[in-house]
């Protein structure tokens, strides 16, 4: 079995789907203001991406080590309620969220960038690393991005996990013309 | 036809161009800051693009399906008061706005970079995407300009159908030296 | 004569060098917030580049078509008074700043990147544009940089003018290591 | 010896390891806005690495000759205490630093990218450059990163003065999933 269809297999039974926040929501950048304020860039492509994992019916969380407002502010606003912050060990919320949810670690995913993702990762039966990873997160991820962190990485895994359920033709399906189009 | 002259033949009949925000005047880039204000890096070469095609006598809308304050400073600055944010179903913004405007569909451009943007572009005479659209988003447009959003992408769509019309070398008149230049 | 000995033939010339703001000294993204607040990312390496010309003798200016807080901000920390916001007719103010400092249009140089540039570009001895410009700002100026805006383009710039006037080792020799250094 | 082993040497005897910002730790961009606030964008990559150095044993400075609150920010988010800001003569402040550390300029590495670097670079037994750096940096600097200033320019001479010391492996050691994988 190549990678590729060893990374759909395991993609084929999610049905929770976790993402780190810095160089994976985002390209990595921390923009710091001389007041104390915090911004990060997120990307509209990405946030499509999470709706139509949620639609499918698939858990969206995010796991992330640092702790910012904006990442609450945005997840709020993509109604992403498993937002875990500032958090030291990876592995053992999602083993704890796995629990709550009643679920199987081969049922779950993480997508990370660097070395505090890499337990995490190891530890769920699908992982995701963007275009820009580590080298030891590519190493480890059963699937590696073409686009980089922040610039449709999220988007990219969203939707190869849903081609991997065969569910993206029917993500597609409420976006496309049908008869709406004007004729051609 | 080639696809290009099609997109040409296309470009020449509009009176109408509507443009999405995120993805398209932007990169995709949304910042959100820790006290909740959000951010959107527009791009100064696409501020004249608009202008140019308004000053040529086409009208120009913006239609997008999120909501914030920034697009309405910025399309205030540039004059455009078209501006419908917070759209589900664009198409139907787009029906409505023409019937007001008495134009036909034919008339009508937009260009789009993602799912929501396919029925409003397969509804438009003419529709384009971004270098980094969505596949199913180039699949659909009528042209995809050489350049990114929020790089340029629209300054190139602009002078696409300013060229496409005839308009071109009239709207670069006024900005050429002429008899101002210094013997060379 | 190359095209770029021509250049450098020019640049030897100057005595005042002015500059555009958006698309060169930075890389065009206008940054809008929601609550009005506009931003600009300029380049560390641009406002040495500056100092350089100016402790080298030259004057150096900003004319510039839009007009915005955060430029006036970036000058006074660069020390630059010579400035010119909310232009609408570029080469007149060129021309008024000229006569102001008696100088001739031979003396003076501009770099920029789109249309409302190229008059002002024509009508001075000297020109550049980035890397980035506008087909037309890249057919008039003198000199294209490798570098786009806000990446160093203006850096490159003021290099090559110190270069072609013989003042570029003088600007490099008090950062130089000499006898400085540890032994290798 | 190669370039690459001779850097390879010089990294080897390193104790103190100090940084400049624009440029380095970030990809050199200044944003300002209207009200007069200075932001930076800094990189997570980079967070880790410095991270990684001070728990091997390493100390860490900031020697940087511009002056921002933003920086002020970043640094004590990193417990980086060793941070000198708005330094004309960064070489002087690298002589004093290891006198007071009782250090000697063979055990000290700056990092730096444009000419108010070549001093202190050359002053100190290790340095090194981004690969965006100045034509002048390359040349000096005993090590040139295949990344770029903030986009993990940093990060990587991190892992490669931890290569450099035999500790890159004890530094990845806490974050190896070990027995805590998945059976894959």
Same mark, same amino acid.
């Given at each position: ?34 007041? %104390?304020?915090?911004? &990060? ?6 946030? #499509? =991406?999470?709706?139509? *994992? $949620?639609? @499918? ?28 912050? %500032?958090?030291?060990? &990876? ?6 969220? #796995? =629990?709550?949810?009643? *679920? $199987?670690? @081969? ?41 980089? =962190? ?35």
């Amino acid at each position: 079995m190549t990678r590729f269809a060893d990374a759909q297999a395991h993609a084929h039974r999610l049905k929770l789907m976790a993402f780190d926040v810095d160089g994976v929501l985002t390209d990595g950048s921390l923009f710091y203001s001389d007041d %104390g304020i915090e911004l &990060k860039a997120f990307n509209t492509l990405d946030g #499509l =991406g999470l709706k139509m *994992l $949620q639609n @499918a019916g698939l858990q969206v969380a995010i796991i992330t080590g640092r702790k910012a407002g904006c990442v609450e502010a945005r997840m709020k606003n993509l109604g992403i309620d498993l937002l875990f912050q %500032g958090v030291g060990d &990876k592995l053992a919320v999602m083993q704890r969220l #796995l =629990g709550d949810l009643g *679920l $199987q670690a @081969a049922e779950a995913g993480y997508m990370g960038d660097d070395l505090p993702d890499l337990q995490i990762m190891a530890g769920c039966g699908f992982s995701a690393t963007p275009a820009n990873g580590h080298a030891l997160a590519k190493r480890i991820a059963r699937h590696t991005t073409q686009l980089a =962190g922040g610039h449709g990485a999220v988007r990219e895994i969203c939707e190869f996990i849903l081609d991997a359920q065969g569910k993206l033709d029917a993500a597609y399906a409420p976006f496309l013309p049908g008869d709406r189009g004007v004729e051609r």
